[in-house]
């Protein structure tokens, strides 16, 4: 059974950074793309990142793009989301989930398995 469970969220102060950690089981990690997606309370959740199975590739969305980076270490069976500048409208329950399909997709749809979420904070 696939396991994801993510970690590193807090109550930061708008320009802090943080890195969230989502660490994987039970899949073949290295096979599949990963996202990180969001959502604020009241809010439908949004696609903030993807990442090929490699590393190699990766997209954003646009509202994080140039402050949000993707990464993986498929030795650590762990995705990782390095988010600096944090604004408070970044505010949210953050998610990584598996994408089985063909990579780098940006709809919630696209994905099996998600964590139980982590939850980010950012003060003005």
């Not at 990690?29 to 990442?51: C, H, L, N, S």
């Amino acid at each position: 059974q696939v396991q994801l469970v993510e970690s590193g969220g807090g109550l930061v102060q708008a320009g802090d950074s943080l890195r969230l950690s989502c660490a994987a089981s039970g899949h073949t990690f290295i096979d599949y793309a990963m996202g990180w997606f969001r959502q604020a309370p009241g809010k439908e959740r949004e696609f903030v990142a993807t990442i090929s199975w490699s590393g190699r590739t990766t997209y954003y969305a646009d509202s994080v793009k140039g402050r949000f980076t993707i990464s993986r270490d498929n030795a650590k069976n762990t995705v990782y989301l390095q988010m600096n500048s944090l604004k408070p409208n970044d505010t949210a329950v953050y998610y990584c989930a598996v994408d089985p399909g063909v990579g780098l997709a940006l709809d919630v749809g696209s994905y099996d398995y998600w964590g139980q979420g982590t939850q980010v904070t950012v003060s003005s």
